[in-house]
């Protein structure tokens, strides 16, 4: 016959903990994963908790002082915000290759903190709803 047997106290707890670590460290041994965290890693803590909580996170461009939102994702991610949160426009450009989505973003943020100008440049511009960019899942 088959028993069963009792949790000890915490036991359950110590269980749940057990488990989250095995898959957060199979998460981040992925590509995508380890991808994510080196983008992370180079936010600021407000984009970090944007990031956390609403999919994508803001930054500043270098040459016009424009607010840019990149959400998450690998293309049409990138939309101009007015002061007052808006979607004003879309921009398309990604680095060159096939890359985890973490580091296509960490390249979209750079190239407008540090050369929106030429980012823009090579851009495609695109009208942005608010469909695409609808809060998923949060991202490991």
Same mark, same amino acid.
């Given at each position: 016959?088959? /028993?069963? %047997?009792?949790?000890?106290?915490? $036991?359950? =707890? !110590?269980?749940?903990?057990?488990?989250?670590?095995?898959? *957060?460290?199979?998460?981040?041994?992925?590509?995508?994963?380890?991808?994510?965290?080196?983008?992370?890693?180079?936010?600021?803590?407000?984009?970090?908790?944007?990031?956390?909580?609403?999919?994508?996170?803001?930054?500043?461009?270098?040459?016009? /002082?424009? %607010?840019?939102?990149?959400?998450? $994702?690998? =293309? !049409?991610?990138?939309?101009?915000?007015?002061?007052?949160? *808006?979607?004003?426009?879309?921009?398309?450009?990604?680095?060159?290759?096939?890359?985890?989505?973490?580091?296509?973003?960490?390249?979209?943020?750079?190239?407008?903190?540090?050369?929106?100008?030429?980012?823009?440049?090579?851009?495609?511009?695109?009208?942005?709803?608010?469909?695409?960019?609808?809060?998923?899942?949060?991202?490991?």
């Amino acid at each position: 016959m088959f /028993g069963f %047997r009792q949790w000890p106290p915490g $036991g359950r =707890s !110590l269980m749940r903990a057990t488990r989250a670590l095995f898959i *957060r460290h199979g998460v981040e041994g992925t590509p995508e994963g380890r991808s994510l965290r080196l983008l992370r890693e180079w936010l600021s803590s407000a984009q970090r908790e944007q990031f956390a909580g609403k999919g994508y996170f803001e930054v500043v461009g270098s040459d016009s /002082g424009k %607010r840019y939102r990149i959400h998450a $994702g690998a =293309s !049409l991610n990138v939309c101009e915000i007015d002061e007052r949160g *808006r979607l004003q426009g879309g921009w398309c450009f990604m680095p060159i290759g096939v890359l985890p989505i973490g580091d296509v973003m960490l390249a979209q943020k750079t190239a407008l903190e540090c050369c929106e100008s030429g980012a823009l440049a090579v851009a495609r511009s695109f009208v942005p709803t608010g469909f695409s960019f609808r809060h998923g899942r949060p991202l490991p």
